[in-house]
């Protein structure tokens, strides 16, 4: 079993930035990939950014320059900095790992970007 805890999120004004944070523990050996989702009001949840365990990087079209997946191997966490917010960016921020049996999601955290 792998553990997710997170956190970072908050309200932000346009234009700023983010930055979040998904601490792993439990069966850390297995994880291939570690990546966020974000679900927004009414809407389906949707991939933001992922790394798998190579460093291969892939990004929503929406989100590509302006945000930053990363992993501090040391610490097991995965990181998730976003420049140039957006209002459309608003959204439950979802932690998502995967092992070669599982798939783990954290408790998500909230992002609203709004003036």
């Known amino acids: 079993q792998v553990q997710l805890v997170e956190s970072g999120g908050g309200l932000v004004q346009p234009g700023g930035s983010l930055r979040l944070s998904c601490a792993a523990s439990?069966?850390?050996?297995?994880?291939?990939?570690m990546g966020w989702y974000r679900q927004a009001p009414g809407k389906q949840r949707e991939l933001v950014a992922g790394m798998t365990s190579g460093d291969s990087t892939n990004y929503a079209d929406s989100v590509k320059g302006r945000f930053t997946i990363s992993r501090d191997n040391a610490k097991n966490t995965v990181f998730l900095q976003m420049n140039s917010l957006k209002p459309e960016d608003t959204a439950v921020y979802y932690c998502?790992?995967?092992?070669?049996?599982?798939?783990?999601w954290g408790q998500g955290t909230q992002v609203t970007v709004s003036s």
């Open positions: 439990g069966s850390i050996f297995s994880i291939y990939f």
């Open positions: 998502n790992v995967r092992t070669a049996v599982a798939m783990h």
